[in-house]
């Protein structure tokens, strides 16, 4: 049996969940998250959660934090979301000396 508590919760169930327990105004506010802001509706929220990872970290997060707090597994998957986070590459910066002219 698998310790982490998202495993086989599908992501209409938890906006579901979430939007019943904080609904739209509330998810927008601790989320900062556009679509649970502007006109949110189930279907456009959860396209545009399917298309982008950090979004959906973001509302997985508030899941656990939720209604999974005394899961002794939430606090590890947590860590370990913010680990991936951080563990990300961003887009390096270019400095204007690295600069070369392509070659003809």
Not at 23 to 50: Q, T, V
Request: hydrophobic share 35%.
């Amino acid at each position: 049996m698998s310790q982490d508590p998202l495993h086989g919760v599908k992501l209409e169930e938890i906006l579901v969940k979430l939007e019943k327990q904080l609904g739209w105004a509330k998810m927008g506010e601790l989320l900062n998250i556009k679509c649970f802001i502007n006109h949110p509706r189930l279907k456009s929220s959860l396209k545009f959660l399917r298309k982008t990872p950090w979004a959906r970290k973001k509302v997985e997060i508030l899941y656990l934090k939720t209604f999974c707090k005394d899961n002794p597994a939430t606090k590890a998957l947590i860590q370990n979301f913010i680990e991936q986070k951080n563990n990300t590459p961003t887009t390096s910066t270019r400095r204007d000396d690295d600069f070369s002219w392509p070659t003809l």
